[in-house]
């Protein structure tokens, strides 16, 4: 039913649809990505939406549902197009499978499916993979590797060995690496001068992707597709907390910009806090769980073990999200001031 006037306020929305219109916001990411490294993400991007749609096939029929009807809601292609931006473009095709198998099946559908999962599938991909496979994960070409798409392949299925050259930190922990060993003899300043690796904001080549996503995220936001709540708020909380501490102390810490476009912040602003699913429902709630999870991602990154806090600062606030609805809910219509 379509009607256009009041009381009746039928949208032309359906799982399907705004699945679409993710995939579409995340294209300039993925074109910044070719553009800066090969086609080898496009290799994972094939094998990671194959490996999902085969999961997702699978678990339906087990559970008895139609494939066509679940299989056509993209659900699944969006996690696996997460996944594939989110591990290094040259990382080994059986792990973007392992986490794309974990996603789909423990984090998704022993959880009941779509709408019942309590944690985001594609971070908690992401986590198990770095908690696994730490060196794996860790490995980043930089952006002037001459590897060829046959070399690449090659990286990507195993039929070459892994070499040193084709594999680095990404800007965000080179940074962090780089203070450790100096133990406060070296500034952050000193540091991120070579702009062979960080180039002029965050990482040589990294900023173009980081604008790419911010620029669909914003298309989704034009959209309506996502409101600003959680991903504004989730940019102000790294953003305040870097800007404090780099007031404090410039030596030892990145100003604003640098945390901004460097790692996932981008990614994760307007793709992964904004999970209609896995976030909070309630305005408020939005704002609280997108602030959260920018500090405790900025915290991570800075303070933490590992190279970036996105996705288990997600995976945090994700246990949190029940909590934070109830207390945020607006009153009922017509109760307001009322006990």
């Not at 298309?219 to 870097?242: E, M, T």
Request: charged share 10%; proline share 7%; net charge positive.
């Amino acid at each position: 039913m379509n009607f256009s006037t009041p009381p009746y306020l039928a949208q032309n929305v359906s799982v399907q649809r705004v699945m679409l219109q993710v995939l579409a916001a995340l294209l300039p990411g993925i074109a910044a990505y070719v553009w800066l490294l090969g086609p080898a993400v496009l290799v994972q991007l094939v094998v990671a939406s194959a490996c999902a749609l085969a999961a997702e096939a699978a678990m339906l029929r087990l559970l008895g549902k139609p494939l066509a009807l679940y299989l056509g809601d993209g659900s699944a292609l969006v996690t696996a197009w997460l996944i594939a931006l989110a591990f290094p473009p040259l990382a080994p095709w059986w792990l973007i499978v392992v986490g794309v198998l974990f996603a789909i099946v423990i984090a998704k559908h022993l959880y009941g499916g779509l709408g019942q999962n309590p944690f985001n599938p594609a971070m908690i991909a992401f986590a198990v993979a770095i908690v696994s496979f730490p060196a794996l994960m860790s490995q980043w070409p930089p952006v002037d590797t001459n590897a060829g798409f046959v070399d690449q392949l090659a990286l990507i299925f195993g039929l070459a060995p892994r070499i040193d050259a084709m594999s680095g930190a990404t800007p965000l922990d080179a940074l962090k690496t780089a203070l450790k060993l100096g133990e406060g003899s070296v500034s952050v300043a000193k540091i991120v001068a070579d702009t062979s690796t960080y180039g002029q904001l965050a990482g040589r080549g990294w900023e173009w992707v980081a604008a790419a996503y911010l620029l669909g995220g914003l298309w989704l936001w034009q959209r309506k597709v996502i409101s600003a709540h959680a991903p504004f708020a989730f940019i102000g909380g790294i953003a305040l907390f870097a800007g404090a501490l780099w007031l404090w102390n410039p030596a030892q810490f990145a100003n604003p910009l640098f945390h901004l476009f460097s790692g996932g912040t981008m990614l994760g602003a307007f793709f992964i806090v904004t999970d209609p699913v896995s976030g909070c429902t309630t305005p408020k709630g939005k704002l609280i769980f997108g602030f959260a999870a920018g500090v405790l991602a900025y915290l991570i990154r800075v303070f933490g073990g590992y190279p970036d806090g996105v996705a288990f600062a997600v995976l945090l606030l994700n246990i949190c999200v029940p909590l934070i609805d109830l207390y945020t809910q607006p009153p009922i219509f017509g109760m307001k001031g009322k006990p």
